[in-house]
């Protein structure tokens, strides 16, 4: 696949969640394959980063966020929405970046809802997977750093941590 390689997710999930804005998340079925330009990211940091799912522990939910960068971690909210991360970093440091919103679709959820992703791509490994992959496109955008949203149960400093990740505009090729 022409997809992102292993090192690439290896980074800290700071430096991920920067970069993939203006990146493709590509979903192939049979022979359609669908692109959808990621618009905004949001980054976990570890068992440290009080927002994080890992800073409760180690869970049979979690421990795909314990792999090596370039795997998927989908974990199910409120009865109805999926929820997309991609894990960075090295293995055995529980990290990732949430996909907040790619193509037309802003919102998690409704990311996840609008382009068909659901627990069955849980643990794929989008570095190899013929299903799911993501592809630089060679776009540079001009993005916007803020505070991740609906993390107030984390506390200071967590809650104004500017790890979350926007489009403002779109800019040139490279």
């Known amino acids: 696949m022409p997809g992102l390689s292993r090192d690439f997710f290896l980074a800290d999930a700071v430096t991920v969640a920067k970069l ?3 990146m493709d998340l590509v979903i192939a079925e049979g022979r359609s394959i669908r692109r959808y ?6 980054a976990y940091l570890g068992s440290d980063d009080r927002a994080c799912h890992a ?4 869970t049979r939910r979690t421990e795909v966020m314990y792999r090596q960068g370039g795997h ?12 997309m991360n991609v894990v960075t970093g090295p293995a055995e440091y529980p990290q990732a970046v949430l996909i907040r919103g790619a193509g037309q679709f802003t919102g ?37 750093a803020g505070p991740r949203v609906g993390i107030n149960y984390a506390g200071e400093p967590w809650v ?15």
């Not at 800073?55 to 180690?58: A, F, T, V, Y």
């Not at 998927?72 to 929820?83: A, N, P, S, T, V």
């Not at 659901?118 to 993005?143: A, C, H, M, Y």
């Open 20 to 22: 993939l804005p203006g």
């Open 37 to 42: 330009m990621i618009r905004e990211t949001e």
């Open 55 to 58: 800073s409760k522990g180690r």
């Open 72 to 83: 998927l971690y989908l974990y199910f909210i409120y009865g109805m929405h999926w929820m």
């Open 108 to 144: 998690p959820g409704r990311v996840t809802k609008g382009i068909g992703i659901d627990g069955s791509f849980n643990e794929e490994d989008i570095t190899s997977s013929d299903k799911i992959w993501i592809e630089d496109r060679g776009l540079q955008p001009s993005v916007t």
């Open 160 to 174: 104004s941590k500017p790890w979350r990740f926007m489009i403002t505009e779109q800019t040139k090729m490279i």
